[in-house]
């Protein structure tokens, strides 16, 4: 790879990702405070002791912004990883069988998506146990709907072509023509999706947290942190306004990252040698 071909907004982007990442993999050591440890003043301002000032309770803010950053991204990663596992399976066998199969997936999806997200996460997160697997879950299973509609949309175009007939005709199983004929056609379209769907699991985490049924206090996560600092902006105070500019210039960087692949991936199947 060029590395002087990279863009200066790939570069940003990968820059504010290592960085969150970093965070979110070593944040007991990096973390001047604990999680949950009560240092303060209740909001006390910037500088000092405190880089960034102290939160509603007295915790430090640069603490919990440090370990808000691992809960967000394992749980936004994980719900996004499984929401593709799901979606893309579903829609390449739909594809694949073709017929009542394709019809009966395609219709239930589309079922789904006609319920509004939130609303239909608040009332089964409201119902069930807040545990941490159900939110992972609940979030999967309402993103695959999304991905379902764009993988399906993907491999029909792939699903006509020759080399796909050819392995039809050698008379490969439908498994193998999913992961090694289809699959790898669809890459770059996935690949721009998969980033997509990872931002707006970040920003529905965070939706889902400042409603109360994220994730659940004394663990940090960004989401949570506006909610219990939002009374402070009437008050002068910025705590609230910190976690949420970290969640906009995350997804931003992952969003710059995700143009930036396509783009290459796109041009290397294109053959153009300076990709």
């Known amino acids: 790879m060029n590395l002087r071909a990279i863009p200066l907004s790939a570069w940003m982007g990968m820059a504010g990702l290592a960085v969150a990442l970093v965070c979110a993999a070593f944040a007991p050591w990096i973390a001047p405070h604990g999680e949950g440890d009560v240092v303060g003043d209740i909001w006390a301002p910037m500088g000092g002791d405190f880089v960034l000032g102290t939160d509603n309770l007295g915790r430090d803010l640069l603490s919990r912004l440090i370990y808000g950053a691992r809960t967000t991204i394992l749980v936004s990663l994980t719900a996004t990883v499984l929401s593709f596992a799901i979606g893309m399976f579903l829609s390449f066998m739909a594809v694949v069988r073709g017929g009542i199969v394709d019809q009966a997936f395609s219709r239930f999806n589309d079922l789904m998506m006609a319920i509004p997200t939130l609303i239909f996460a608040l009332v089964v997160l409201a119902v069930l146990p807040q545990e941490t697997w159900i939110l992972v879950l609940v979030m999967a299973i309402l993103d695959s709907t999304r991905v379902f509609r764009i993988g399906r949309a993907v491999a029909l175009d792939v699903a006509v072509m020759e080399f796909v007939e050819a392995a039809r005709l050698r ?89 930036w692949l396509t783009k290459r991936t796109s041009s290397l199947k294109g053959g153009r040698a300076d990709a």
Do not use: H, Y
């Open 171 to 259: 008379g490969e199983g439908k498994v193998w023509i999913i992961f090694r004929e289809i699959l790898p056609n669809t890459l770059s379209p996935l690949l721009a999706e998969f980033g997509l769907r990872f931002a707006f699991a970040i920003l529905f985490l965070s939706t889902l947290s400042f409603l109360g049924l994220g994730i659940q206090p004394p663990t940090a996560d960004w989401g949570g942190m506006v909610k219990d600092n939002k009374d402070g902006i009437i008050f002068g105070v910025s705590a609230s306004l910190i976690p949420g500019a970290a969640i906009a210039l995350l997804a931003v960087c992952i969003n710059l990252v995700v143009d």
